[in-house]
């Protein structure tokens, strides 16, 4: 099993759609989450810190389900610029003294057309 | 604009070339990373950096070398690559890598080697 698992897409979702997508990860300790855009051809770019509440960001809403071990990104009323890849981002955490270690999901990619 | 620059952003190199990449950042933090990120796969971890000590190296074969002389400053030394080293390799730093903090990315070098 793979440690940060997301579905590649794409999911292509006209302009004004809400789409929702899920991340799995496989170490229950992991302490942190995580997510990251990344347009084409750029660095990925922090879109959000996920909290055990969940949160809410505009139009971004991020959860997170400890006991399933998985993470989700919801975007509603989808713009042509959310155009990206979105990468799940988990960090394994680790003792003190250790470095920290996150691992990346692959990504899904959204396509919003108009 | 983003507080870590890469240099160079593109690069080609040929197997017997020895080239460097170099990473700064000016965000005050601790660590610093090197990323590796091929063509559908997840991004790849390589060395980690924390308060210019190694504290990461995942198996990074030999060909590539870091450097880290002081916390803003992080170099990649590159000697007898192959083909399939050929990616975009990412910079980024956070306050510091033990814990759970944001890790901020530079817009990378395309490495391409011939």
């Known amino acids: 099993r793979k440690e940060v698992e997301q579905d590649p897409g794409p999911f292509n979702v006209p302009e004004g759609a809400t789409v929702a997508f899920n991340c799995t990860y496989s170490?229950?300790?992991?302490?942190?989450f995580f997510w990251y855009r990344q347009d084409c051809r750029k660095e990925p770019k922090l879109l959000m810190s996920v909290y055990s509440s969940g949160n809410e960001d505009g139009r971004f809403t991020a959860q997170l389900n400890r006991a399933s071990q998985y993470i989700s990104l919801l975007i509603r009323d989808s713009k042509l610029s959310d155009s990206a890849t979105y990468l799940c981002?988990?960090?394994?955490?680790?003792?003190?003294?250790?470095?920290?270690?996150?691992?990346f999901g692959t990504g899904t990619r959204l396509q919003v057309t108009l | 604009e983003t507080g870590v620059t890469q240099t160079p952003r593109h690069l080609v190199m040929g197997m017997t070339n020895k080239k460097s990449l170099k990473c700064e950042q000016h965000?005050?933090?601790?660590?610093m990373y090197w990323y590796k990120q091929s063509a559908k796969k997840p991004l790849e971890l390589m060395f980690v950096?924390?308060?210019?000590?190694?504290?990461e190296n995942n198996s990074v074969p030999s060909r590539f070398s870091p450097e880290c002389p002081n916390s803003s400053h992080l170099f990649l030394h590159l000697h007898t690559l192959q083909p399939e080293d050929s990616a975009l390799y990412l910079c980024a730093s956070s306050l510091s890598s033990i814990t759970g903090n944001t890790i901020y990315f530079g817009e990378g070098s395309w490495l391409t080697v011939v």
């Open positions: 965000l005050g933090h601790n660590a």
């Open positions: 981002v988990v960090n394994g955490g680790g003792n003190t003294g250790t470095a920290s270690k996150l691992t």
């Open positions: 950096y924390n308060f210019k000590e190694q504290t």
């Open positions: 170490n229950s300790a992991s302490q942190s």
